[in-house]
């Protein structure tokens, strides 16, 4: 029996895991500090391990170009190592959805998280297409520009003392609903675009797809919670934990394999359904540590491996401009255009428009879901990056100098 071809298989698969071993060790020491450094300069964390990303990728270092990363299969893996930092992320965000709160909010939320969405959606969409972008990818830049990541606004305002204020808690329901709207809206259409069907596969694909969200949100409002509560008699080292992952990701296989919308959907629902249980703090306890210690700076970093500033054009850097302005005005005019329809008084409404502007993890989410089903070119997706970098940054600045400016009431009703 001839040992070789067995032999050299193995030492390729060595070689892999070795090259992923050195690789995990840089990205993840870099991003947190990067990260840290981000935090002392008044940013988000989110912020430095994202540039940690462009940093060491092929704008700037290349490090995975290296002679000793000599595995193929290398970017892969961490891409792989990533989407699980989604699928983290949206269940995360989804256990911090109180629906007590969105009530609360009400109508200047709903407004606000509406036209937070149609407004960047229209605009973002037709500036795209009139640098020439195909309808599909232009349609998908005004979804990505729909987005809001409401946790760098909701720090912010956390440490000003405004976040329990009647517009802090305005601006958590409109993100709440701005997040459904965007996630509901992507499953859609990336399902759509990825068929390429006619109307009559459209319409049974649009059936299917309302089906299996509704099976996932009631088995998340309503089997998910017991479920958590049982894993609870087991006799296992972090029984709770491993079952509520478990669940997750069979949420998110479920949403996408069966019901053809993505992934993170599933995930998100099952946040939202394991918010109303007792054990929802614990399993933030132990979810914490393993998503921010690993999968998600994972996530990021792969983010700015994946994008290259140097491969820009002329007209993409203009069209980067454009949508880098569109990005910041349509969300300013758009949710505070809402929150004004919605009952609050002009100043009120621009610092809500303020606090809609950044884009952080969720719109890095929403492009890499359009790289992920081969959507977005590499250079629309960099121009993406580019306009979450700026949104991200100027956020806090401009929430903390609107916000010193003025007095605003302490009540939370609304």
């Known amino acids: 029996m001839d040992l070789r071809p067995h032999l050299l298989a193995a030492a390729v698969g060595s ?3 070795l090259s992923l071993l050195l690789a995990l060790a840089i990205l993840l020491i870099a991003a947190k500090l990067l990260g840290s450094l981000s935090v002392r300069a008044g940013q988000p964390a989110v912020l430095g391990e994202l540039l940690a990303g462009l940093l060491l990728g092929p704008t700037f270092l290349n490090v995975l170009s290296l002679p000793f990363f000599a595995s193929e299969t290398l970017g892969d893996t961490i891409h792989q190592l990533g989407q699980l930092g989604v699928i983290w992320l949206m269940f995360a965000a989804g256990l911090e959805i109180e629906l007590q709160d969105l009530r609360r909010s009400g109508r200047p939320a709903t407004l606000a998280g509406a036209f937070g969405v149609l407004g960047p959606f229209t605009l973002g969409t037709g500036a795209a297409l009139a640098f020439g972008t195909p309808m599909v990818e232009s349609l998908f830049i005004g979804i990505t520009l729909s987005a809001t990541s409401v946790s760098i606004s909701a720090q912010t305002l956390l440490e000003l003392g ?5 517009e802090g808690i305005a601006l958590l329901g409109a993100a709440v609903i701005d997040d459904i709207l965007v996630i509901v809206g992507l499953s859609v259409f990336t399902a759509l675009a990825v068929s390429g069907s006619g109307l009559g596969t459209v319409a049974l694909q649009l059936g299917r797809m309302a089906l299996v969200l509704l099976a996932v949100l009631l088995a998340s409002l309503y089997l998910f919670p017991r479920l958590a509560t049982w894993s609870m008699r087991l006799r296992a080292s972090e029984g709770l934990l491993a079952t509520v992952l478990a669940a997750v990701l069979v949420l998110a296989w479920v949403s996408e394999a069966i019901g053809g919308v993505a992934a993170i959907t599933g995930a998100f629902l099952g946040g939202v359904g394991l918010a109303r249980s007792h054990l929802r703090e614990e399993v933030e306890r132990g979810l914490h540590p393993l998503a921010y210690a690993f999968f998600v700076p994972l996530f ?10 140097l491969e820009l054009q002329g007209s993409e850097f203009a069209l980067a401009a454009v949508l880098i302005l569109v990005a910041l005005g349509s969300k300013l005019f758009g949710s505070g255009l809402g929150a004004w329809l919605g009952g609050f008084d002009l100043g009120a409404s621009f610092r809500m ?6 884009r952080g993890e969720v719109g890095l989410i929403v492009a890499g879901v359009g790289v992920t089903e081969n959507i977005l070119p590499r250079s629309l997706f960099t121009i993406i990056v580019l306009m979450v970098i700026v949104t991200t940054l100027v956020t806090p600045l401009l929430l903390r100098w609107a916000f010193g400016r003025v007095e605003v009431s302490n009540g939370a009703d609304g």
């Open 15 to 17: 070689a892999d895991l």
């Open 300 to 309: 990021l970093v792969d983010i700015g491996l994946q994008s290259n500033v």
């Open 162 to 166: 405004r976040l329990r204020t009647r």
């Open 353 to 358: 428009g303020l606090g809609m502007i950044s």
